[in-house]
């Protein structure tokens, strides 16, 4: 599976989106960009994933540049309970494995 | 998506023991998974269990350390055998549903080995 660059930590201001970058330049053809994320103490939470178009859902958008080297996520209007470790994960989809990254800490601010 | 519940949600263990966790998803799922999460670390697959045939493990992990059963399609088991205050983790195990590679992940087991 490609690997995934992503900063370490990003804040961000309540009621503000918030843009969280990924790159995955080595990423394959037949490999799709996941996005999840972990609360403090929880167990990861699915949020997006996409191949090549961009995608929304009632969670965030997934922004995929056109040669698919990078992503962003967007969280269009970001809570504190948005803050988590976010994470961006390039796999092949269905019946293989997600390796995790670091992922970013996402803070949001009052 | 799926909900998942995970037993025990925590345990404090002495070393030597060892330690089950269950799995229990509400629906029928091909794919379950195991991973473990070290403090302040990120999650590390651990072992794919499918209905019907062994568990294969990732590297760095054994079948004599974290055997895993998968009995039928809703309910998986991880033991963590001979522990030691390394295997001080979180444990967490995820399905994959719908086919489209996406996990839904239980909150975990909270592992303290003393």
């Given at each position: 599976d490609a690997k995934t660059t992503q900063p370490p930590s990003m804040d961000c201001a309540e009621g503000r989106a918030a843009n969280l970058p990924c790159n995955?330049?080595?990423?394959?053809?037949?490999e799709y960009v996941y996005w999840y994320r972990q609360i403090h103490s929880q167990g990861p939470q699915y949020i997006i994933h996409g191949l090549k178009n961009n995608e929304t859902n009632e969670m965030a958008s997934l922004i995929i540049t056109e040669d698919r080297k990078s992503s962003t996520l967007i969280l269009p209007h970001a809570t504190l309970r948005d803050t988590a470790v976010y994470y961006c994960i390039v796999s092949r989809g269905s019946n293989y494995k997600l390796t995790f990254g670091k992922g970013t800490l996402l803070t949001v601010n009052p | 998506s799926a909900v998942i519940s995970q037993k025990p949600s925590r345990d404090i263990c002495q070393r030597g023991t060892s330690l089950t966790i269950q799995c229990q998803v509400d629906s029928q799922v091909t794919m379950m998974f195991w991973y473990r999460q070290q403090p302040g670390q990120s999650l590390t697959l651990i072992a794919t269990a499918n209905q019907g045939s062994e568990a294969t493990y990732e590297s760095g992990f054994v079948i004599d350390k974290f055997p895993i059963s998968r009995p039928n399609l809703t309910f998986s088991t991880l033991t963590v055998s001979?522990?030691?205050?390394?295997?001080s983790s979180i444990y967490l195990c995820s399905v994959e549903t719908s086919g489209t590679g996406t996990q839904y992940f239980g909150p975990g087991t909270r592992l303290l080995v003393l």
């Open positions: 995955h330049s080595t990423i394959s053809g037949n | 001979n522990m030691s205050p390394e295997d």
